[in-house]
């Protein structure tokens, strides 16, 4: 599109302008001053013009969307190009290799998955170069694009104070998660081996109870094929649906057994309690005195919640509120 600037007026082209015609456009050169704005929207509009015609319609993601965390060197790259079946990414023992989030889609018969590889997440403090920085702002931003996330620990080092940050990224962001400890063929085991990792995991992360752990190897892709069973299962946990009736059963179920607290002479009553969105599972609670409403009890809500209807692999999210709040 041929566009003339430093042009006073807007319309034809000045005199002394013609000679740009000597080039051989196909088109007509539009006018236009950068300085003063004019002749911009004529700019556009020939665009427009120029454009050729098409038609088409967005093609709905129906995928799960994975996204695969963890520190640097925990195997996120090994464990999509096992599941792919070819080195669609780069893998190296050099830590930081994964610069930026690259999405791998895999079709099967469990259904289909959009894998989310993310840089590896250090330490603020250990984090100075701008890509890297770049790199970790990427990870959290794959983290919020995704359904369900894989959070990455490498069996040889264990569990660590990072692991725990870089899982409380999911928590918070309320995704459906599965704690996959990769390396395990590497490491001797007897007969309290799993056992005892399981503690050390559950302690660590006392937080997301709630997740449920797979021990793989990318390397020998031992136990993988279970990881498609685990991610539709979580998914679909985190996007169930109880209606209003079965959540007063529940509830009613759970203050007969523990009485709701009382301070200085005034009782919590609740009213009712109803969902009101899903990924991760949101209810409100009408009660009298939100106040009242002390955090031991509502966990113990949320405990009768997932005792009654699973939400394995979710977090879940109680939203307090008196009675004729909006």
């Known amino acids: 599109m041929p566009c003339i600037n430093k042009c006073d007026s807007v319309g034809s082209l000045p005199f002394e302008f013609y000679e740009f015609y000597e080039l051989g456009f196909d088109r007509e050169p539009v006018a236009v001053s950068s300085v003063h704005g004019s002749g911009t929207g004529d700019l556009l509009d020939s ?33 999509i190009n096992k599941l ?37 997440i250090r330490r603020s403090s250990k984090v100075n170069d701008k890509i890297e920085k770049y790199s970790v702002l990427r990870a959290h931003m794959a983290v919020e694009r ?10 040889g ?28 063929d590497s490491i001797e085991k007897d007969n309290k081996t799993t056992n005892s990792f399981n503690d050390k995991i559950r302690t660590s992360l006392a937080y997301m109870p709630y997740a449920p752990i797979a021990y793989v190897s990318a390397l020998t892709g031992q136990r993988l094929h279970t ?8 998914h679909n946990q985190a996007n169930t649906r109880i209606s209003t009736g079965m959540l007063n059963d529940v509830l009613s179920d759970a203050m007969i057994k523990v009485q709701p607290p009382s301070d200085k002479g005034k009782s919590l009553k609740i009213y009712y309690m109803t969902q009101i969105s899903v990924a991760p599972p949101t209810f409100v609670i009408f009660c009298n005195d939100a106040e009242l409403f002390h955090f031991s009890y509502q966990r113990y809500i949320e405990n009768c919640l997932r005792q009654t209807f699973g939400f394995v692999g979710t977090p879940i999210r109680l939203i307090i509120r008196m009675k004729g709040d909006q």
């Not at 080092?157 to 928590?171: L, P, R, S, V």
């Not at 990881?227 to 979580?234: A, H, M």
Request: one cysteine or more.
């Open 146 to 155: 995704a359904d369900v996330c894989l959070i990455m620990i490498d069996a």
């Open 157 to 184: 080092t264990g569990i660590t104070e990072q692991d725990e940050k870089i899982a409380g990224i999911a928590h918070e962001a309320g995704k459906a998660s599965i704690i996959v400890v990769n390396k395990w």
């Open 227 to 234: 990881l498609f069973e685990r991610i539709n299962y979580v």
């Open 47 to 79: 665009v427009l013009d120029a454009l050729p015609d098409f038609s088409y319609e967005d093609e709905e993601d129906d995928s799960i969307k994975v996204a695969v965390i963890g520190k640097p060197n925990a195997g996120k790259s090994s464990i």
């Open 84 to 120: 792919l079946g070819q080195e669609r990414l780069i893998v190296s023992n050099i830590a930081g290799t994964t610069r930026d989030a690259v999405d791998t889609v895999i079709e099967n018969e469990y259904g289909k998955f959009t894998f989310i590889d993310t840089a590896g």
